[in-house]
């Protein structure tokens, strides 16, 4: 039977309805278990330089039909988000709220940032914090209690340039390169290259680490999230 030209449009459709209810059942499987749909994900502007591009890296490598929104967020409005359900996964800074899930991602070491014509910038070896009589630019505790807590720890309160704490580490290396004091800051800062900025390492006495954590609600129902959180925890 020769079929009219409506007749083969109706064909046409009702084999595409056919294969779209194929196909329903398997994009539906892959949404569950997590291999497509949208991850949000938030991150310190720190955290950016540490991890940020390997994560991306991994989770467009491994399940490639999930896509990513990304904010950039201190660690204290993350843990608001996180709560609110507001974004899936956070790149934080400890201490982490008892009601969150993480797991550690990355690890480095704190490296003196001094201005380029500071008397210890050109003698290329490691460094004792005693070496610095200059005040030290200091982290807010409000914006960045984690780094603050350490540092001070570290150095002691009363070698702070109280009058300069800051939250961020691009305003801390700016205030470094005006020749306005020192800071400590995370090696994977030095990507940044900040022209009249130094970067020392510390003598092993004085050395510490710092430590940034993937983290999530255990109330979210992200499929997605449920799928890089096995990856991350690999």
Partial sequence: MRLTPAGDVFLALARRVVALVDVAPAATRRAAEGQTGTLRLAFTAIGAYAVLAETLALVNERIPAVSIELTELVSPAQFEALAGLEIDLGLVRPPIPEQFEA???????????????????????????????ADYIGYSPEGSRYLHDICAAMIGMNRFAVSQLVSQVPTMLALVRAGLGCALVPRSIMGMGVAGVRYLELVAADSQSVTLHACWSPDNPNPALQRVVELLRR
């Fill in 103 to 133: 797991v550690l991602v990355h690890s480095e070491d704190l490296v003196l940032a001094v201005p380029q014509d500071h008397p210890l910038a050109g003698e290329g070896r490691p460094v004792a914090l005693a070496d610095v009589t």
